[in-house]
């Protein structure tokens, strides 16, 4: 049987960990063909973001074209999309494609603190591509911005995703991280329902790229038939085990580890 194949439109990242490199080892080591749409390219390592260029909107839809004209699409994950105008070109030309499994993480700041979203992007994000969403995935800091509300607990994030959710976007996944007093937890709201997923805090630097990999591994679960709890349940097991394997490479935060169960 042949792979399902899903498309990541994202940016890319010279050092390799996060962007669009760490969604194609995240899809890989799912089990799914990964392709790509390149947004913008960064110059960046371990420490920092020192540059970033953005693509024209028409090599974005160029891409876009190529890949839905020859490929069958069984899920698509956003990354960085830079600019209002990518994510109105992105959702211009998703929406005639119908994309059932289309999850959208809301890349805004790097692990640096370098601005990955412009702010005018923000509202065009709400506007045209969230609503196509079946799974928007921020972490606190994401959904902070979204929801206009401090997010420091469970109950925080709770009253967050509801707010979210009336964006138009079928589910919410809000990823805990350290931020939250409950570390490591996670939150998926479907409108109705919270499903809670708690897993093992990891106390290391070596995190770059933990976000990307994880909305991509979801998307790759997704493709190959899961739903979405199990997806995220599935995902969340793996992205824990790439964080404890992490790689202590570069001089700042290293990678996680996409492929950890391969001999070293």
């Keep these: 049987m042949a792979l399902k194949q899903v498309l990541t439109i994202a940016g890319s990242d010279s050092g390799g960990g996060a962007g669009i490199q ?23 390592n371990t420490e920092e973001v020192t540059e970033v260029f953005e693509l ?11 890949v839905f004209d020859d490929f069958e699409v069984a899920a ?6 830079s600019s209002a105008r ?14 059932v499994n289309l999850v959208v993480d809301p890349v805004m700041v790097s692990k640096s603190g370098h601005a ?28 902070e911005r979204l929801s206009g509300m401090a997010i420091k607990s469970l109950a925080e994030a ?14 919410v996944l809000i990823k805990g991280g350290h931020l939250l007093a409950e570390r ?10 919270f499903n809670i997923y708690k897993g093992e805090y990891i106390d290391t630097p070596h995190t770059h790229g933990t976000g990307c990999t994880y909305a991509s591994a979801i998307a790759a679960q997704l493709a190959r038939g899961k739903s979405l709890p199990e997806a995220v349940q599935t995902a969340k097991a793996y ?26």
């Design 86 to 99: 990518i994510v109105t070109t992105v959702a211009k030309m998703l929406r005639p494609q119908k994309v």
């Design 184 to 193: 490591a937890t996670d939150l998926l709201y479907d409108g109705r329902f």
């Design 158 to 171: 709770r009253q967050a995703a509801k707010v979210i959710h009336r964006l138009g976007c079928k589910n």
């Design 56 to 66: 024209p909107a028409s090599i974005v839809e160029a891409q876009l074209d190529a």
């Design 22 to 44: 760490a969604d194609i080892k995240a899809m890989s080591a799912n089990g799914v063909f990964a392709m790509s749409v390149i947004t913008a390219i960064t110059a960046q």
């Design 76 to 81: 698509v994950k956003t990354g960085m999309l």
């Design 116 to 143: 990955l979203l412009e702010p005018d992007a923000v509202e065009a994000l709400k506007r045209e591509l969230i609503p196509l969403a079946l799974v928007i995935t921020p972490n606190v800091q994401e959904a």
């Design 239 to 264: 992205v824990t085990e790439a964080i404890r394997h992490g790689l202590a490479i570069g001089h700042g935060k290293g990678p996680t580890n996409h492929f950890y169960f391969l001999p070293q």
